[in-house]
């Protein structure tokens, strides 16, 4: 809404468009000063008014876009992109992601709430948001819902603002509820058998556990009968006349998820157990012991460990391909990943040969016939063929198709994007007709939505805040950091910083003052007046000149580095990108520093000097850390902290931080943590403060190599 256009006033609105009465909107405006709450939830509440009716208006007095919350179910993964503590006290509920155009949907009250924006934007990790109004009823349900784990219905969440006159529900919306879910209840079965004495039987046992059961004596009888209705499962008695594999490939190709039960005997069918699905889980967590043995025995690359056994075994489930066929789909993706890189073939024009090689081992060892033609029917033309018809070989061949394409182009190792999700679309799918089928396709782009969709919401580090009274730099350096990924917020009011860093508790801090040089000072204790942590909270500042001696001040105080503001901020960005890789590495190894009195250890390749001791200092832990180098003809360096000061240090002939400035160069090695008596600590042989030391640390880490006598 522009500035200066007055707001319509939301009971003028309804009148206008026929909803409620005058004597309608007096009554609701009365209990609403009686009891409290927004008069619109009072004209819900009496039946006066529909939740889309009321949407409506409100979308009309605050131009916006409207959404009626109690007709959608949210999926968690989407609830999770905003913190729960957040959505309840700011009465908001995330309810759709376009994943195409980075777009988080939300609702909530009041669309036109520039610091919601701002605040939803800074903790929605560098997607863009648009605010939808809802009405408040709905709100307060949602949110018990899905945040609060109350199982509550919209009549209830009218309760939490309006806590009387329960009886006036009379009930109904519980009977609604209870129909409907006795309505989904019911499954229907579709039996073939030409045996009227045991298929009575059957029929009446099914019936009696709430199954609705449809009967035909033949199969072609079968196949006009599943034109028009979907069953949950399908009996096939293999003595009954017509084309049951013509039925049975039907099914396949109408609806995947039909169980298909082709049965010899009554008795066969009744003693089948159910456990397909453990017995599926079993064995393709075998197959993927065996990858993985496989590959560490001959120390294969790890791009392709067990990846594409996993994407297609996620496929079959996503397209809901029965437990029995799809193990024998699983089963060739492994054959087939494990084949290929074994088998030493190379390029794509040579693809199929590895299937060929792997096919005549199979017979000859008398593999499953089902397996060998899923393999068989690889890289397969399938261009007009199959419009009726689709065995589970071909369905099963064309997955592992579109799946070893995607692997062959995009390695595993490269972290699964948007660019990367573009460019795999456009090859997928022009290859459909050709060699892929459009339901593979589209169920496998769907999963790599998926799967990139997953990411976001357990990226869960690399929140920046950024505190700028100089306009245009903060321009260039908000933007530059958004291009990198960045999810960053800005202010120019100290007032406000605080009260965004309190409540967000960001990763990073960026400072920018327009302030003199002197002065800097001063600012950062103001700062730190207001309760904001430079040791906790990884800070920048962004300024020219500041002398050395200064530098050396403002490391004391815990600030990270000091970056000149020429536009190349390059260095700015390894930095934070290395801030990230820290915090990531602190929260994996949180567990293990957590409670070392049993010991602990690990890499240098997954948490560096500097982060342990920087981890071991947050904790104030007594230890003994040992770190080794990879090549073990190099002495050990011992470190021992009190209560997280570093107390001593020494490695060969080197004593206190020198010893610590050598290891620092060491990129690959092990470390190990022990708790030890306060009295077992020697005597100290360390200089300088545990800060000094970690910035130098850091310093050699980046590759900016600092000898021990240039040490400040």
């Not at 006033?9 to 309804?14: N, T």
């Not at 927004?38 to 008014?49: A, P, T």
């Not at 996993?310 to 060739?332: F, G, Q, S, T």
């Not at 000091?562 to 901020?569: A, H, K, M, R």
Request: hydrophobic share 40%; proline share 3%.
């Amino acid at each position: 809404m522009g500035k200066g256009q007055q707001k319509l006033r939301l009971d003028e609105i309804l009148i206008d468009e026929g909803l409620v009465s005058e004597d309608q909107i007096k009554e609701a405006l009365a209990k609403q000063k009686e009891r409290g709450g927004k008069f619109g939830s009072h004209l819900l509440h009496d039946g006066y008014v529909d939740e889309p009716g009321l949407v409506k208006a409100l979308a009309a007095q605050f131009n916006c876009d409207g959404v009626v919350l109690s007709k959608l179910e949210i999926p968690e993964i989407i609830l999770k992109f905003i913190p729960r503590r957040l959505a309840i006290a700011r009465k908001i509920v995330p309810f759709d992601y376009d994943l195409d155009n980075n777009l988080l949907k939300i609702a909530c009250e009041d669309p036109n709430d520039e610091s919601l924006q701002s605040e939803i934007s800074f903790v929605a990790r560098g997607k863009s948001i648009k605010l939808y109004i809802a009405a408040e009823l709905a709100l307060n349900t949602a949110i018990a819902r899905y945040y609060m784990n109350h199982q509550i219905s919209p009549e209830d969440g009218l309760l939490m603002e309006i806590p009387d006159e329960i009886a006036d529900m009379g009930g109904s919306a519980e009977k609604v509820q209870a129909d409907f879910e006795h309505t989904i209840s019911i499954k229907s079965v579709l039996l073939v058998t030409d045996d009227s004495k045991s298929g009575s039987l059957v029929k009446s046992l099914l019936e009696q556990d709430n199954y609705h059961v449809v009967v035909t004596d033949s199969a072609d009888d079968a196949l006009e009968i599943i034109g028009s209705e979907t069953f949950h499962t399908v009996f096939i008695k293999d003595t009954v006349s017509g084309d049951y594999l013509d039925l049975i490939d039907r099914l396949r190709k109408q609806s995947p998820s039909t169980v298909v039960r082709y049965y010899e005997s009554t008795s066969s069918l009744l003693l089948n157990d159910d456990c397909l699905p453990a017995e599926e889980s079993l064995l393709r967590k075998n197959l993927e012991l065996y990858t993985y043995l496989l590959n560490a025995k001959d120390r294969l690359p790890d791009d392709h460990t067990c990846v594409m056994g996993r994407y297609v075994d996620m496929v079959c489930a996503r397209m809901e391909i029965p437990y029995k066929d799809r193990l024998a789909i699983v089963n060739a993706a492994y054959i087939h990943d494990i084949a290929r890189h074994y088998y030493t073939v190379t390029g794509d024009a040579d693809r199929k040969q590895s299937c060929e090689l792997t096919i005549k081992l199979l017979k000859s060892l008398g593999y499953s016939p089902v397996v060998v033609a899923i393999l068989r029917s690889m890289y397969k033309n399938v261009k007009g063929k199959y419009t009726k018809r689709l065995p589970i070989e071909v369905l099963g061949g064309n997955i592992l198709t579109a799946v070893d394409s995607f692997c062959r182009s995009f390695p595993a190792r490269d972290r699964l994007s948007l660019d990367k999700l573009d460019s795999a679309q456009k090859k997928l799918r022009d290859q459909i007709g050709n060699t892929l089928l459009n339901e593979v396709v589209e169920a496998f782009i769907g999963l790599l939505k998926d799967e990139i969709l997953k990411h976001h919401t357990e990226q869960n580090v690399g929140q920046i805040m950024l505190l700028s009274r100089v306009p245009e730099l903060t321009e260039s350096v908000e933007g530059r950091l958004k291009n990198e990924g960045f999810r960053v917020i800005s202010t120019d009011s100290v007032s406000r910083f605080t009260e965004l860093y309190e409540r967000s508790r960001p990763d990073i801090v960026i400072l920018a003052p327009d302030i003199e040089v002197s002065y800097i000072t001063s600012f950062l204790d103001e700062l730190t007046m207001r309760e904001i942590s430079f040791e906790d909270t990884a800070t920048f500042i962004l300024k020219d000149g500041i002398p050395p001696t200064m530098l050396v001040s403002l490391f004391e105080l815990g600030i990270e580095d000091v970056i000149g503001t020429d536009g190349n901020f390059e260095l700015l960005i390894a930095k934070i990108c290395r801030i990230q890789s820290r915090i990531r590495s602190r929260v994996k190894h949180k567990g293990i520093l957590g409670d070392v009195s049993g010991g602990a250890g690990g890499g240098l390749d997954e948490m560096n000097l500097s982060e342990l001791m920087e981890e071991l200092n947050t904790g104030q832990r007594t230890v003994k850390l040992t770190v080794t180098p990879a090549d073990s003809r190099g002495n050990q360096l011992v470190v021992f902290f009190g209560y997280g000061s570093i107390v001593f240090a020494r490695l060969d002939n080197l004593a206190g931080e020198d010893a610590i400035y050598r290891a620092a160069q060491w990129n690959e090695g092990t470390w190990t943590v022990e708790t030890i008596k306060e009295e077992d600590l020697p005597d100290s042989n360390v200089e300088r403060s545990d800060g000094t030391i970690r910035i130098n640390t850091m310093k050699i880490l980046e590759n900016k190599p600092t000898s021990p006598e240039s040490v400040p």
